[in-house]
């Protein structure tokens, strides 16, 4: 039969994740010939020959069996004669030489199947061994100091193989084929068990001890490959009130890691999207609702309807949930409050002895500290609460050409930066909330860290950074602009949120959209706290065309913490109202008001002395959750919201103000009446249920937005509203905005790639520096 030849073209190919090896042994498969090739911009080349079926079987196994990380897409196929060059199929030395665009480390990839079935396997020589893994799982951007990718530039470097691995290693048909993690019981890392104080207690069975002191209440410092988790049995009340005792954490909640997705569904509802997210190769924590006789101690994640839970990504997990009786563990940080999660023995020890009970080490480097990522759906569509593990350091291609390289710094809380070359932007993994200068450090090491793999030098970058003037993250960026003889750009808070979502949604760089900007905070430029923002948004500028009532805060952040506060002087002007005032009064415990604090507070709005004004839509639900008593003091960021939309879920929307009588003209700029929408919803209160009420005001708020953003969006001949900010993660609001919009016939944005929240905000600030420019 007549032989022929193809070269294959695709996207979505990156180096270091078992592709050549999977393709090597398709060849044979197929009984083609040719080569494959790394090359220098971190995408492969192929040449095959041989009979055409043959090829196109080939091509079909390709595009269906490829390792899921290399997420080949579409397969183009270039069809020529056959040279007859080729004897066998080959995988060719790497193309050494570097795109002008530099290549990337693939993030993090979790344990795969048959590495899984490797470590149980009893047989195996990897049975039990937690480092296990193959050239397409296992730690990337963790383990990795510098490019190019080989072994002797990871973490790996101090464990060279043994025979065994070796052959292995070298073995064009092996999976572990250039896996530069590969390692064995004889030549890898060891783990071992340790006291609170770091005196080794057990090195032979360590995994199994630690599981049987999991169970019976015992909290563990377990290091990871980012990080070191404080774990506990998520069944066990008393283990968990002394993490929340000891982290001084009294309600955040904590995520979860079970052995497999049966066990998961014994305390939470898992749909078919969020079983594939879970089982999927990024293995985030995904949010999930949570049964009713969910079985897990309430101390998990008190007052919420939900659960972030995980299925274990490496070896060491994987032990760990098998060993265990427990259903599920608890997996949260560890770290002391404000600070970056401990990866090193001494500060562990130092950091958290006075948390945990026992620590479970092992002798390899964390090269780069990751957090968990987290993901929820909405309406089917996964969207990022935090953007970490296994995402992190894929870049996000932008519709736009930056001409200098930039990079934003975040603003104040879930900070994360980025770095823009060209159209693609890089961002670091989660950094954390800024209250302190350890936190600053790791940004600054996390941004110079991405620079240095994307070959990037640090002379001349532009910084971009949030409006705050005080913000530590301002001062930072005036600081690197000075070392690195650059130059500042501020940009408005709601306007870098409304510039991530346009630029992950790829509008093109002439057009605008309106966006609905809904968060907590954002440094207005009118001096104001925003929050609740209406904006007609390019990427160069934007205009507020709308946003919700400026409410006062009498003693500022005072009402975010106690948002019951929040709620009295949101009605103020009807505090003579007994109805009003009987609300306000009948709520008990922390946070609570009385007669007299009704009268300071009333005398203070009146002086308006330490009163700071805002249209946020955090301290708004706030209210809410404070005026049905969902929740008097905030002990974490979001949390009365939170507990509103939990509450929410088991309400219907039942009696939602009018929409247009909450919609005031001011000027050319609509103002959603929210004094007005939160009297009339907790006046209901008693014809309706709290739950309904809670629904109702979720649905009023939502709708209010919507309406305003599209007719601004058909006043002005815009075609497409879009909704982001931290309030975009509630299901209940985003849906209600996207009726409002699609009802509209208007086109639907909503974020995919970056978090809504201030996680993906950096993003944004990076490409409207870029428009600036
Ligand atoms: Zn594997
Ligand atoms: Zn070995």
Not at 344 to 351: M, S, T
Not at 715 to 732: E, H, L, Y
Request: glycine share 10%.
């Amino acid at each position: 039969m007549n032989k022929i030849g193809a070269k294959l073209h695709f996207n979505g190919v990156v180096q270091g994740v078992g592709f050549r090896p999977f393709l090597y042994n398709l060849a044979i498969c197929h009984e083609v010939v040719g080569y494959v090739r790394n090359m220098g911009d971190a995408g492969v080349e192929v040449h095959v020959e041989g009979n055409r079926c043959n090829i196109e079987r080939f091509i079909l196994d390709l595009k269906s069996h490829a390792p899921p990380v290399s997420e080949v897409a579409d397969v183009q196929v270039e069809w020529t004669d056959c040279s007859g060059d080729f004897h066998e199929f080959s995988i060719l030395a790497s193309d050494e030489q570097r795109s002008p665009l530099g290549s990337m480390i693939p993030p993090d990839i979790g344990l795969c199947d048959r590495c899984t079935e490797d470590i149980l396997n009893m047989r195996s020589r990897w049975n039990l061994y937690p480092f296990t893994c193959c050239a397409s799982c296992g730690p990337r951007f963790t383990a990795v100091l510098q490019l190019p990718y080989d072994r002797d530039r990871t973490n790996m470097l101090p464990f060279p193989m043994c025979p065994n691995c070796l052959r292995e290693y070298e073995d064009a048909r092996d999976r572990r084929f250039h896996a530069q993690g590969v390692c064995c019981h004889s030549c890898g890392p060891k783990i071992t068990l340790h006291d609170r104080s770091g005196r080794l207690i057990d090195e032979v069975g360590a995994l199994e001890k630690t599981s049987h002191l999991l169970d019976e209440g015992a909290i563990i410092g377990v290091k990871g490959i980012g990080g070191i988790h404080v774990a506990a049995s998520a069944v066990r009340d008393d283990a968990l009130l002394r993490i929340r005792r000891r982290k001084h954490k009294p309600s955040q909640p904590f995520a979860v890691m079970s052995r497999s997705l049966d066990t998961i569904r014994e305390f939470a509802y898992v749909s078919d999207s969020e079983a594939q997210l879970l089982g999927g190769w990024r293995r985030p924590i995904v949010l999930l609702r949570k049964r009713r006789d969910h079985g897990l101690s309430d101390l998990v994640g008190p007052g919420l309807d939900t659960v972030g839970a995980m299925l274990p990504y490496t070896g060491i997990h994987l032990l760990l949930t098998e060993f265990c009786r427990s259903p599920a563990l608890v997996m949260t940080s560890g770290n002391i409050s404000g600070l970056p999660m401990a990866i090193a023995k001494d500060q562990a020890i130092q950091e958290l002895s006075d948390v945990v009970d026992y620590f479970l080490f092992h002798d390899r480097e964390i090269v780069a500290r990751c957090d968990d990522s987290v993901v929820r759906l909405l309406s089917e569509v996964p969207t990022l609460i935090r953007r970490s593990r296994g995402f992190v350091p894929t870049p996000i291609a932008v519709p736009l050409k930056a001409e200098a390289n930039i990079i934003g710094v975040g603003a104040e809380l879930r900070l994360v930066g980025s770095v823009l070359r060209g159209d693609q932007c890089y961002l670091t993994q989660h950094i954390g909330d800024v209250d302190n200068l350890e936190t600053m450090v790791f940004l600054q090491d996390a941004l110079e860290h991405v620079l240095g793999l994307a070959g990037i030098p640090h002379n001349g970058l532009t910084v971009s950074h949030d409006a705050h003037p005080r913000y530590l993250t301002s001062k930072l960026a005036k600081d690197l602009a000075r070392d690195w003889s650059g130059k500042t750009v501020w940009v408005q808070h709601h306007h870098a949120h409304a510039a991530s979502l346009m630029a992950e949604n790829m509008v093109p760089v002439d057009e605008s959209i309106v966006a609905v900007a809904a968060d907590g905070v954002g440094f207005g430029l009118d001096g104001d706290v925003w929050g609740g923002e209406i904006l007609v948004a390019s990427y160069a500028s934007f205009e507020r065309v709308g946003h919700l009532a400026r409410q006062p805060m009498p003693g500022g952040d005072a009402c975010a913490i106690f948002p019951l506060r929040m709620c009295a002087a949101m009605l103020s002007p009807y505090l003579d109202d007994k109805r009003v005032r009987s609300i306000l009064l009948s709520k008990k415990g922390r946070g609570a008001l009385k007669e007299d604090d009704l009268d300071r507070l009333e005398a203070q709005l009146r002086g308006g002395l330490g009163v700071s004004w805002t249209s946020s839509t955090g301290r708004v639900l706030d209210a809410m959750a404070a005026g049905t008593g969902v929740c008097l003091e905030r002990t974490y960021e979001g949390e009365p919201a939170m507990r509103l939309e939990a509450v929410a879920g088991e309400g219907n929307p039942e009696d939602p103000s009018s929409v247009p009588s909450l919609l005031v003209r001011d000027g050319g700029v609509t103002v959603v009446d929210t004094t007005r929408m939160l009297l009339e919803t907790l006046l209901a209160i008693g014809r309706i249920s709290i739950a309904d009420a809670c629904a109702s005001f979720q649905q009023s708020l939502a709708s209010a937005l919507g309406h305003a953003a599209t007719e601004a969006a058909r006043d002005r001949g815009i075609s497409q509203v879009g909704v982001t900010g931290g309030v975009a993660v509630n299901i209940r609001i985003v849906e209600t905005i996207k009726r409002c919009v699609e009802e509209a016939g208007l086109d639907f944005l909503q974020h995919r790639l970056v978090p809504p929240g201030d996680g993906g905000i950096s993003l944004g600030q990076a490409v409207v520096a870029a428009s600036k420019l």
